[in-house]
């Protein structure tokens, strides 16, 4: 299944492969959403994108999952989320998975794991090459939007959160989650290289790669002066 790039059209009758598109970009995008987000995000009817999420389960693109956490919610059964497959995805723009995978098959088997750990750093060269630059242009912006915007440029839909301990990197699509899925190196290199620009620690949570709707970073606040002297008289 693919998923053009053509201007989409807006919804009515003739029009369902375009807003059908719409829906499947919007998911994308967002992450996993309920069909009541999806509409009001899209400015459609809730029948109109239960009707395309309806072909779009048909079709073996979303799956419907439990929400993750119903504590924001009243009575009644929580509503369930859609999110994107392995086979959603390949609608996008991973048409060049098994050329890449059979490239690092053969760097794997000609020059070993440091072969291709060694590619997976320099893939991943662009975050510190870009970093600096960005932060120089917008003073305003904090580090992970910086790296937000550097990894949604280069087609990952990142965005960030802000969590009790620090902040969280959400990264929506992966261009490469097939090839990660059997070269976990892609991974790690992304994840060192944004420890390396932060200079401190972060934590992968999850990795569509391994099955998870969305890849997930936690950026840890730095401890302050006061916050080591809190630890020491407790």
Same mark, same amino acid.
């Given at each position: 299944?693919?998923?053009?790039?053509?201007?989409?059209?807006?919804?009515?009758?003739?029009?369902?492969?375009? @807003?059908?598109?719409? #829906?499947?970009?919007?998911?994308?995008?967002?992450?996993? =959403?309920?069909?009541?987000?999806?509409?009001?995000?899209?400015?459609?009817?809730?029948?109109?994108?239960?009707?395309?999420?309806?072909?779009?389960? %048909?079709?073996?693109?979303?799956?419907?999952?439990?929400?993750?956490? +119903?504590?924001?919610?009243?009575?009644?059964?929580?509503?369930? #989320?859609?999110?994107? @497959?392995?086979? *959603?995805?390949?609608?996008?723009?991973? +048409?060049?998975?098994?050329?890449? #995978?059979?490239?690092?098959?053969?760097?794997?088997?000609? *020059?070993?794991?440091?072969?291709?750990?060694?590619?997976?750093?320099?893939?991943?060269?662009?975050?510190?090459?870009?970093?600096?630059?960005?932060?120089? %242009?917008?003073?305003?912006?904090?580090?992970? /939007?910086?790296?937000?915007?550097?990894?949604?440029?280069?087609?990952?839909?990142? =965005?960030?959160?802000?969590?009790?301990? *620090?902040? !969280?990197?959400?990264? !929506?699509?992966?261009?490469? =989650?097939?090839?990660?899925? /059997?070269?976990? !190196?892609?991974?790690?290199?992304?994840?060192?290289?944004?420890?390396?620009?932060?200079?401190?620690?972060?934590?992968?949570?999850? @990795?569509?790669?391994?099955?998870?709707?969305?890849?997930?970073?936690?950026?840890?606040?730095?401890? @302050?002066?006061?916050?080591?002297?809190?630890?020491?008289?407790?």
């Amino acid at each position: 299944m693919e998923f053009d790039e053509a201007p989409l059209a807006p919804e009515g009758a003739g029009h369902d492969q375009p @807003t059908r598109q719409r #829906v499947a970009r919007s998911i994308l995008v967002n992450g996993p =959403s309920t069909a009541a987000a999806l509409a009001e995000r899209l400015d459609l009817t809730p029948a109109a994108v239960r009707r395309h999420l309806d072909q779009l389960l %048909e079709e073996g693109a979303v799956e419907a999952r439990e929400p993750r956490s +119903q504590a924001t919610r009243g009575r009644g059964r929580p509503a369930k #989320v859609f999110a994107l @497959t392995e086979s *959603g995805r390949d609608g996008f723009d991973q +048409q060049y998975d098994d050329l890449a #995978v059979q490239a690092l098959r053969f760097l794997r088997e000609t *020059g070993g794991d440091d072969a291709v750990r060694e590619f997976a750093t320099r893939r991943v060269a662009f975050i510190g090459e870009r970093f600096e630059g960005i932060r120089a %242009e917008h003073p305003e912006l904090g580090s992970a /939007e910086i790296l937000a915007r550097i990894f949604s440029d280069e087609g990952y839909a990142a =965005s960030v959160r802000d969590l009790p301990i *620090g902040e !969280q990197l959400c990264q !929506q699509h992966c261009p490469v =989650s097939h090839v990660a899925h /059997e070269f976990p !190196q892609l991974c790690e290199a992304e994840t060192e290289a944004i420890s390396q620009v932060l200079g401190r620690h972060v934590q992968r949570l999850a @990795t569509i790669a391994h099955g998870d709707g969305v890849c997930t970073t936690c950026i840890p606040h730095v401890p @302050t002066v006061s916050d080591k002297k809190k630890e020491r008289v407790s």
